[in-house]
């Protein structure tokens, strides 16, 4: 299963950009989705997620109040909002959904499904 997602791009430090993702099938049988980031020479981490049935939330520390996730019930789709962006914040984010809880909940991995990457570039 391919999620599809769109937005990403260039913007100066302080700036804003919008994600987006369309949920795999029928959201039903989605537990959550989330985006993950990854930089060269790092790991893939899991910066934001979101519960798909109450809209719970969870945001790494390091995006706490820059960034909102949220999701279309009606459309099936995951947005991710990024204010205040920082060069730091350079990477290539993927869009991912989990398909069932595992230990850790929506706040871990694993997560089953995948994008194929959107960058996000920040200049100073």
């Known amino acids: 299963v391919q999620l599809q997602a769109s937005g990403g791009g260039l913007v100066q430090a302080g700036g804003s950009l919008r994600l987006s993702c369309a949920a795999p099938?029928?959201?039903?049988?989605?537990?959550?989705m989330g985006w993950f980031r990854q930089s060269p020479g790092k790991e893939r981490t899991l910066v934001v997620s979101?519960?798909?049935?109450?809209?719970?939330?969870y945001y790494a520390d390091s995006v706490k109040g820059r960034f909102t996730i949220s999701r279309d019930n009606v459309e099936n789709t995951v947005s991710l909002q990024m204010n205040n962006l920082k060069p730091e914040d350079t990477a290539v984010y993927y869009c991912?959904?989990?398909?069932?809880?595992?230990?850790?909940?929506?706040?871990?991995?694993?997560?089953?499904?995948y994008g194929q990457g959107t960058q996000v570039t920040v200049s100073s």
């Open positions: 991912a959904a989990k398909r069932a809880f595992t230990p850790g909940g929506f706040a871990e991995p694993p997560y089953h499904y």
């Open positions: 979101i519960r798909w049935g109450d809209a719970s939330t």
């Open positions: 099938g029928r959201s039903g049988r989605i537990y959550s």
